[in-house]
């Protein structure tokens, strides 16, 4: 069982920052990698921003020269640094973490309010 734990969620301005935090513990193994899913309001779910356990980075278009994935695998901890954020960036936004021949692992939520 892992348990994932996000936080850094709250209201921002449109052009601020905000840094999101996601702590993993249990019986996580073998990791693939860790991400970050956001999903608005009346939006489907999608990729953020992924990190595999070899350092590669996966980001979507929309956040690319802004949120930032980052990891430190002694705390098992992964963040998402993101920067000049707008309104569109209004959602929940979801910590996942990947196994070897395991379902994908996701975390609580936490919500990001981007005021204009």
């Known amino acids: 069982q892992v348990q994932l734990v996000e936080s850094g969620g709250g209201l921002v301005q449109a052009g601020g920052s905000l840094r999101l935090s996601c702590a993993a513990s249990g019986s996580i193994g073998s990791l693939n990698g860790m991400g970050w899913y956001r999903q608005a309001p009346g939006k489907q779910r999608e990729l953020v921003a992924v990190i595999t356990s070899g350092g590669s980075l996966n980001s979507a278009d929309s956040v690319k020269g802004r949120f930032t994935i980052s990891r430190d695998n002694v705390k098992n901890t992964v963040y998402l640094q993101m920067n000049s954020l707008n309104p569109e960036d209004t959602a929940v936004y979801y910590c996942?973490?990947?196994?070897?021949?395991?379902?994908?692992?996701w975390g609580q939520g936490t919500r990001v309010l981007v005021s204009s």
């Open positions: 996942t973490l990947a196994r070897p021949d395991s379902p994908l692992s």
